[in-house]
């Protein structure tokens, strides 16, 4: 028996029936599905087939049936979620900051700009912390960076050459399909 016959009693069953509706009411399937895998178990369902009404993978009907029974309708809330450790601690992220507010050229780079390869290049000889260019995005936002983009603007334009070139000079070059006035070419 995975749980205390203890927690079997008519008060458990009510206070898990009250979760399940204050699930329903606010969306929450994690928590019901939890929820509802106790209390298929509690109506003598085994742990399969639990798995094959709630859809979900058999350790983790054991896993919430014996966080119920260690600490009942507690167990069956959301912990913390420890996911992936960072790479990089919170003094190695303080000095990454500090090479990059000193700029590439500082750091010994040619260019004048930082980009995220580059970044992701500093990070592994750096620290030894190898990341994928694009996560180097989130740590630099996390930092309070922001990515850069050129504008792509001729320098020595004129706007009213240009505004000529748009209206007469590009229609101009444009093809014309055979049968409109023009040869096809």
Known sequence: MLI????QTRKYVRELKD??????QENNLRIWKRVRSVLLYLNHKRPEEITEILNVGLKSVYRWLNRYNEDQVEGLYEGCHTGRPRGLTEVQLERLEEILDSGPIAYGLTTGVWTCPAIQHLIEEEFGVRYHHDHVRKILHRLGFSVQRPVKKLALAK???QQKWIRKTYPELKKVPPGEGGDGV
């Open 4 to 7: 205390n016959p203890k927690y």
């Open 19 to 24: 979760l399940l509706v204050k699930c329903e």
């Open 159 to 161: 706007p009213e050459l």
